[in-house]
């Protein structure tokens, strides 16, 4: 499974970004999609998943809220609508999926992309 994520930017505190990821290589539809960022210095700290259905959903407590996780299986993409961010939203975001049908945990992926980088400014 190849992931192409972008959208992210520099964005001010209170402001929205909307990330994207597009898959290839498996049935979409058929994968846990989900995003898992890092700051700089931390962790990687799971975000936010969608079943392959998009019935289930599952956010970080830090982003409920806030964060909205969607996909379409149709054009194999599942994005991150990020709105009201916060300086500690700051980090690289990594689309990521997963062989369960949801992952709940930075360990329940199996196919990472590249981080697309979010900096929210005061």
């Known amino acids: 499974v190849q992931l192409q994520a972008s959208g992210g930017g520099l964005v001010q505190a209170g402001g929205s970004l909307r990330l994207s990821c597009v898959a290839s290589?498996?049935?979409?539809?058929?994968?846990?999609m989900g995003w898992i960022r890092q700051a700089p210095g931390k962790e990687r700290e799971f975000v936010a998943t969608?079943?392959?259905?998009?019935?289930?959903?599952s956010y970080a407590n830090s982003v409920k809220g806030r964060f909205t996780i969607s996909r379409d299986n149709a054009k194999n993409t599942v994005y991150l609508q990020m709105n009201d961010l916060r300086l500690d939203d700051t980090a690289a975001y990594y689309c990521?999926?997963?062989?369960?049908?949801?992952?709940?945990?930075?360990?329940?992926?199996?196919?990472w992309g590249q981080g697309t980088l979010v900096t929210v400014s005061s």
């Open positions: 990521a999926a997963s062989e369960r049908p949801i992952g709940f945990g930075v360990n329940e992926y199996d196919y």
């Open positions: 290589g498996r049935t979409f539809s058929r994968l846990g």
């Open positions: 969608k079943d392959g259905s998009g019935g289930l959903t």
